[in-house]
């Protein structure tokens, strides 16, 4: 009986040591810091106006592209002019718009730039200017 006894704890022990080991496997911190996953995010969301701009530029079917990255976000406000003074205009979304410079580069080496705005009444991002180095 106890070498049935010496089987069945030695069992039972390496059950809980590899199990244990297992599970700290999924507990591990995560490298990338919370600006990176936004950043990650948010050309996740650019991806289908990124493609079709190359497409556009490039007039590739399917754009081949690395090492994108987000170089600036700025937002801004419509403006006209009444009597002198800037005032915001309320035609779309409050006035408020956003401009995002996305940077990436090209298999042949070359580095392109990519300017998207959202002041449209959808507010969907639209290709507003792009260069290429």
């Known amino acids: ?25 999924y507990a591990q911190p995560q490298d990338k810091t919370r600006e990176q996953q936004l ?3 948010m050309l996740q969301q650019l991806y289908p106006v990124i493609r079709s701009s190359l497409q556009e530029i ?7 592209y690395a090492c994108e990255r987000i170089l600036s976000i700025n937002k801004l406000t419509t403006t006209t002019e009444e009597e002198h003074q800037a005032s915001p ?10 401009e995002i410079t996305v940077g990436l580069c090209k ?16 507010a969907e991002y639209v290709l507003d200017m792009f ?3």
């Open 1 to 25: 009986m106890k070498p049935r006894l010496n089987l069945v704890l030695m069992l039972i022990c390496s059950l809980i040591i590899f199990g244990q080991a297992e599970s700290t496997s």
């Open 131 to 133: 260069h290429v180095r």
């Open 39 to 41: 950043e990650r995010a």
């Open 58 to 64: 490039y007039h590739e079917t399917y754009p081949s």
């Open 89 to 98: 205009v309320d035609a779309m979304h409050g006035g408020r718009y956003f």
């Open 107 to 122: 298999g042949s080496g070359e580095q392109i730039e990519l300017r998207f705005k959202n002041d449209t009444p959808t």
